[in-house]
């Protein structure tokens, strides 16, 4: 069975930082393109950042809300991807779910997202 699991957000003050880690298994996300998605109460899931797969070279995007602030990456452990997130503002608050896709231009559209992990909650909050 296909898994994707994220690390356990909690709770961070304004200003500070949490790094995500998304780990699969019997998935090797080298070949995928990884989506971080963030959902806040209320809102639609919007995409905070992705990373396309290690054949299609690497290259990173990242929402404007994120950039500046946001890393994403690939673990020296395989099958793990993380999302570093520093200078953490209270509306960056929601539940953040990682998912394998077959490209970043693709999961931008909402297609081609092959597998979701459940997802973890973040909340930056004094």
């Known amino acids: 069975q296909v898994q994707l699991v994220e690390s356990w957000g909690g709770l961070v003050q304004p200003g500070g930082s949490l790094r995500l880690s998304c780990v699969a298994s019997e998935l090797a996300l080298d070949y995928y393109a990884v989506v971080w998605f963030r959902q806040a109460p209320g809102k639609e899931r919007e995409e905070v950042s992705c990373?396309?797969?290690?054949?299609?070279?690497?290259?990173?995007s990242y929402a404007d809300s994120a950039k500046g602030r946001f890393t994403i990456s690939r673990g020296n452990e395989k099958n793990t991807v993380y999302l570093q997130m520093g200078n953490l503002k209270r509306e960056d608050t929601a539940v953040y779910y990682c998912?394998?896709?077959?490209?970043?231009?693709?999961?931008?559209?909402?297609?081609?997202?092959?597998?979701w992990g459940q997802g973890t909650q973040v909340t930056v909050s004094s």
């Open positions: 998912a394998a896709a077959r490209t970043c231009w693709a999961a931008a559209l909402g297609q081609g997202i092959d597998y």
């Open positions: 990373i396309s797969s290690v054949n299609g070279g690497g290259p990173t």
